[in-house]
């Protein structure tokens, strides 16, 4: 049997039904096992970089590992942005990049480096991609496949998951090997601290006793670690309070009665609120990132005790000024069986508690009910709102980065069922198109939401023949304030209203897109203010083809509220009035005090 087509047998086997790809000469070998495997398929795309960001998404959606093919040199550099999402936000994925044929390769012949490039598109991908995976590997030989093939698929899934490239030099893709012959990978044994674990829940539960005000902060972790069964199980018995990293959004139903609301600098203020006053905050799988904190972790939950569960115990003892009082590092599956195992009749209420909270939500909603009063353009809290009512429990959004996936994250009402996401640590313009269309494929070519923004679309705009070829009904919903929007509010309140390469001006200039979308085939609508919203929104959004959306929005909308340089992040701009704001602060210290009831 030929290399390439163990490879494909492999893939298939691992359940992987689809490859994202664009071939070259030295992936060629590879490719043409598509010939001979009738069980797995492949997809055309038009840039690596978007393959990569739709194996991302595949991954996301699930069940089974993703996979890109791309050939040597500028195919498998082009997927580094993509491939370091996954690493950031640990989706699991896996990327196969041809290289020059092993007796062509720098070193073949001189024994070590010495020229820059000596065959054809020759680019070392293992050492540039090494930082952002959790394995890179050059073949080094052909029969070395299984084992590598095992381990990174292994490495890519287990523990704390990522991405993982296998590269594999021409000459071995078209070699023989004897499947029966093949050196096998064995998983190393996995050792739970039980004890450990069983004792620091313990030290959870006493502190949960004395506790008057705790919150669960829930983290992209428990999506990662495929728990959110036994958070449910978990939250009967401590009813607190829930406050939601972005990545675990659409962990919850946010007619959950007990959540509040997004946490950090774009939070909402309910949950901010929540949050700085706590005593006690159960951080279940998140990185407690400075878009949690805020820029100054050391004010961040600062009268509370702060516990972390992570798998990753680098991410514990991360030195920024952020005080943890205790720290688990362990598997949220494991926590959780232990949990829920020995404290089956554990319960924890405190009605007050919750109903202050519940109280902060409705006194301070995101979208106000003022913004409908709009008469020009689209406000797009109102325009998020109304989509999230559109929108049934299958639903998957994808949003981009800037000012629109903002507004998606902070006004979108998740109901169950439903999933809400974008590369959060990466964050790339660009990402959500290509995204978008790799969880369609997930979803066997079920209808995605893309909510991108007119500068992040241009990024991966060349995807809509991706789309179109493969009949996707995907909704890209463009959200154009004609210009860099995020960027622009920071330069209002940082750079003095200089806006340097952010408006059309400066050069950053949006193409037509209704004629954009004509020229793909593609159905276009546009939105440009409230009156019958609904109803023009529902028919693009019902239909089953790929669409365009146009919702043409104020050239200066701002993101309201969110947290300002220096602030603790109880205190969002805009800023309340003082004493507005110290009635809702119970917690006061030195730090707070001085920072938060400062003049406005
Ligand atoms: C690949 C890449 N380049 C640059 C940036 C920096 N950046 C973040 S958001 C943004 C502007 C996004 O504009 P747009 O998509 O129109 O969104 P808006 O903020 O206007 O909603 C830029 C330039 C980035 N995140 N990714």
């Known amino acids: ?54 194996a991302d998404s595949y991954s996301r959606i699930g069940p089974n590992l993703s996979c890109t093919m791309v050939t040597s040199g500028p195919g498998a550099t082009n997927l580094i942005t993509g491939i370091a999402c996954s690493w950031f936000d640990s989706i699991p994925s896996l990327h196969i990049t041809g290289q020059v044929n092993s007796y062509e390769k720098q070193g073949a012949q001189e024994g070590k480096k010495k020229t820059r490039q000596v065959g054809f598109q020759e680019t070392d991908i293992v050492s540039i991609t090494k930082p952002i995976t959790k394995f890179s590997y050059q073949l080094k030989n052909p029969n070395e496949i299984k084992y590598i093939l095992e381990k990174a698929c292994y490495l890519a899934q287990s523990g704390r998951p990522g991405p993982v490239v296998i590269d594999i030099p021409m000459n071995f ?27 620091n829940i313990k030290k959870i539960i006493l502190l949960l006793k004395k506790s008057t005000r705790p919150v669960i902060l829930l983290g992209g972790g428990i999506k990662i670690s495929k728990t959110e069964n036994d958070l449910r199980n978990f939250l009967k018995k401590v009813d607190v309070p829930i406050v939601t990293t972005w990545s675990g959004v659409d962990i919850i139903d946010h007619n959950n009665k007990n959540y509040v609301g997004n946490v950090g600098v774009y939070g909402s203020r309910a949950a901010n609120f929540a949050v700085q006053n706590s005593d006690i905050l159960l951080c279940l799988g998140s990185r407690l990132d ?24 680098h991410e514990l003892s991360k030195k920024r000024g952020l005080k943890l009082h205790l720290k ?22 405190n009605i007050n508690w919750l109903k202050t909270c519940v109280k902060w939500k409705k006194l301070y909603p995101i979208v106000k009910k003022e913004y409908y009063d709009q008469k020009k353009y689209v406000n797009p809290y109102v325009f998020i709102n109304e989509l999230s009512k559109i929108l049934d429990e299958k639903s998957v959004v994808i949003a981009d980065d800037g000012g629109h996936l903002t507004w998606a994250m902070q006004a979108f ?43 992040s679309i241009q990024i991966n705009i060349q995807e809509l023949q991706t789309a179109v070829f493969n009949k996707l009904p995907i909704k890209i919903i463009v959200m154009n304030n004609n210009g860099y929007g995020i960027i622009k509010q920071f330069q209002e309140l940082y750079l003095n209203k200089r806006y340097e390469a952010t408006t059309p ?31 023009i929104l529902n028919k693009p959004i019902k239909s089953n083809k790929v669409e365009f959306i146009e919702v043409l929005l104020k050239p200066d909308q701002k993101i309201i509220p969110k947290l300002q340089f220096g602030k603790p992040i109880e205190d969002l701009s805009p800023l309340l009035p003082r004493e507005e704001f110290k009635n809702n602060m119970f917690v006061k210290t030195a730090l707070s005090s001085k920072k938060i009831f400062e003049a406005n």
């Open 173 to 199: 893709q078209k070699a023989q090997i004897i499947e029966s012959k093949l050196k096998r990978f064995i998983p190393p044994p996995i050792n739970i601290k039980k004890n450990l674990l069983n004792k």
């Open 290 to 313: 400075t878009r949690i904190t805020g820029g100054a972790p050391s004010s961040f939950a600062r009268n509370s005790k702060a516990i972390a569960v992570d798998i990753d115990k």
């Open 505 to 535: 001006s400066t050069g950053v200039v949006n193409p037509d897109f209704e004629k954009v979308s004509k020229a793909y085939g593609i159905n276009y609508t546009l939105i440009s203010n409230h009156k019958n919203l609904k109803k």
């Open 328 to 349: 688990l590092n362990s598997d949220l599956a494991d926590f959780f069986k232990i949990f829920n195992r020995n404290y089956k009749k554990f319960s924890y209420k």
């Open 413 to 455: 009402k998740i109901k169950h069922g439903q999933k809400l996401f974008s590369a959060f640590g990466n964050s790339p313009m660009g990402y959500a198109f290509p995204a978008s269309i790799g969880a369609s494929i997930a979803k066997s070519k079920e209808k995605v939401i893309c909510i991108d923004g007119d500068g």
């Open 1 to 54: 049997m030929n290399l390439s087509d163990y490879v494909l047998k492999f893939l298939s086997k691992k359940k992987i039904k689809n490859v994202f790809l664009i071939t070259g000469g030295a992936i060629s070998f590879m490719v043409d096992a598509f010939t001979r495997n009738k069980n797995i398929k492949y997809t055309c795309v038009a840039h690596e970089q978007a393959a990569a960001m739709m």
